[in-house]
């Protein structure tokens, strides 16, 4: 079948864009990189959440080994509906296979009681079930979508990607974000401006134990500001209180009484007693700062 994103090069100048001509260049050539060494793999299964870094590997992974690729997603409460939605869509127009499974992260005690390292429970216990259905399928390899840009960040779960073997071929390749932005706007893949969309266990502050109630409120929030036209949205779930972080460019809208007005009604149906405002605006890594200072 036909794909349904470009192959060729093209225009990507839009604001915002910072890399230089030669950084476009490098990144092209990291992407050449990138398709070599997929293409020495045997075949791989591609741990595929519907993000931007995970939808650009799987697209390259297609590419160079075609049927031998699969895409794997799990489904579960810490996963918003709309996400898991629009990974099968997108799997679906390229026609690669993609298998669904349920990843239950309720039932880990570790992970529900939330402490600093949940991440790290959570991706054992993802990698146990991927590596799994890799075998079922006499699949080698298991990949995710890690970049360089992510060893800046608290990410419990790459230790538990490294004891399970899990590759990162992105790492491997130093792709940036930046990069699998711009790689991904040339190849006209749908998610190159995404905004980045952890999962909802991370609206929940460390210590605090996870329930499903408490996730479908935020999923159901963040799903009506959404509605509203904001992007790079956050309800943090504080018990009763819901804090919104969004762009600071955004932050304005709650200025017209008329749109607060309905967003303090409909998350109050949703559950929440109280509607807090970040006048800070949505800034990644916030909630990992106490961390930080450890």
Not at 152 to 170: C, K, M, S, T, W
Request: charged content about 25%.
């Amino acid at each position: 079948m036909s794909q349904p994103f470009l192959s060729g090069i093209h225009d990507t100048t839009k604001e915002g864009n910072a890399l230089t001509k030669t950084d476009k260049n490098i990144a092209r050539l990291k992407k050449e990189k990138l398709v070599s060494d997929l293409r020495a793999l045997d075949s791989l299964v591609v741990a595929f959440s519907g993000g931007v870094d995970s939808t650009f590997l799987l697209a390259l992974a297609h590419q160079a080994l075609g049927q031998k690729v699969v895409a794997v997603t799990a489904k579960s409460a810490i996963h918003p509906d709309r996400e898991i939605e629009t990974a099968v869509r997108f799997a679906l127009e390229m026609g690669i296979r993609h298998i669904l499974f349920q990843s239950d992260e309720m039932e880990i005690p570790e992970f529900v009681s939330n402490a600093q390292d949940r991440c790290y429970y959570c991706k054992r216990h993802l990698f146990h079930m991927i590596f799994q259905i890799a075998r079922d399928n006499n699949i080698r390899h298991v990949s995710h979508g890690e970049n360089v840009d992510d060893l800046n960040d608290h990410r419990p779960g790459f230790r538990a990607a490294g004891e399970a073997g899990v590759i990162a071929p992105l790492m491997e390749a130093t792709l940036t974000k930046d990069e699998i932005r711009l790689l991904s706007q040339e190849m006209g893949l749908p998610t190159w401006d995404k905004p980045a969309l952890p999962c909802l266990a991370t609206r929940i502050p460390y210590g605090v134990p996870i329930t499903v109630e408490d996730l479908r409120m935020v999923e159901t929030a963040e799903a009506f500001l959404l509605e509203q036209g904001f992007s790079d949205i956050r309800v943090r779930h504080h018990r009763s209180m819901a804090r919104i972080e969004v762009n600071k460019e955004n932050l304005k809208k709650f200025v017209d009484d008329g749109l607060r007005s309905i967003i303090v009604n409909t998350l109050r149906q949703i559950g929440f007693e109280h509607i807090a405002l970040d006048l800070e605006g949505y800034v990644p890594g916030k909630t990992d700062r106490r961390l930080q200072k450890m």
